[in-house]
């Protein structure tokens, strides 16, 4: 079965400090993996997902196939960062829209 | 372009009534899913719709939960009889094709409150 942990449900940090989410996951296939990021009174939209290999808000995650993770990371984290951030994985074969979330990580950024 | 659309945005109902929700995809997105998420756990997926058709249901967690897509276009979820723990968020999402890879787009969610 497919799963995804996000072990830290808070996770604070000053303005200016790195900051890394952590993510695993379980999954027999090839994985496909995003981030999603909710930010207060918004709704749920994608950060980014692995394949592209891109950095958006400043924020970029590795996909590690040794250690199954996925941490997302930003060297100097923002104010406006602060949002709650959930790792999801998707499904290949006749389920491949299926996304499986983790539970989640509220990131507090404190000016 | 108008993103996905849910409604109602809150509905307070008592155990054994019935709630309907709505969903409106992005115009063109033939896929759309239903998640949900319980009060202090992760979204789960409910099911996925490819235009009428349901790809995939497995998530539906009883046959309490009937929803529909008819014409393609609009979706409903329906929950007869809801029960407490029915109470959460409904999330509803579309993308456009059937790349695994493409972005779902969510809407605002349904918070739903079973009393």
């Known amino acids: 079965a497919q799963r995804v942990t996000q072990p830290e449900k808070l996770l604070s940090v000053f303005k200016g400090a790195p900051v890394e989410l952590k993510c695993n996951y379980s999954?027999?296939?090839?994985?496909?993996l995003f981030w999603y990021v909710q930010y207060s009174r918004q709704r749920l939209q994608l950060l980014l997902r692995h394949i592209s290999r891109e950095s958006i808000k400043g924020f970029t995650a590795d996909l590690n196939k040794g250690e199954t993770s996925f941490h997302l990371k930003k060297p100097f984290a923002q104010e406006e960062d602060s949002a709650m951030y959930y790792c999801a994985l998707g499904s290949g074969g006749t389920s491949y829209g299926k996304l499986t979330f983790g539970q989640g990580t509220i990131l507090t950024v404190h000016p | 372009e108008a993103g996905v659309t849910q409604f109602p945005s809150h509905s307070v109902i008592e155990k054994g009534q019935t709630v309907t929700l709505r969903c409106d995809p992005i115009s063109g997105h033939d896929n759309l899913y239903w998640y949900r998420r319980v009060m202090g756990k992760e979204i789960k997926f409910l099911l996925h719709f490819v235009k009428e058709s349901k790809q995939d249901e497995s998530g539906m967690p009883n046959n309490r939960f009937l929803a529909e897509r008819t014409g393609g276009t609009y979706s409903t979820l329906k929950v007869q009889p809801a029960e407490l723990e029915d109470s959460g968020v409904y999330f509803c999402a579309s993308s456009q094709t059937r790349d695994r890879q493409e972005t779902q787009y969510f809407g605002p969610g349904t918070r739903l409150l079973v009393l």
């Open positions: 999954y027999s296939g090839s994985p496909e």
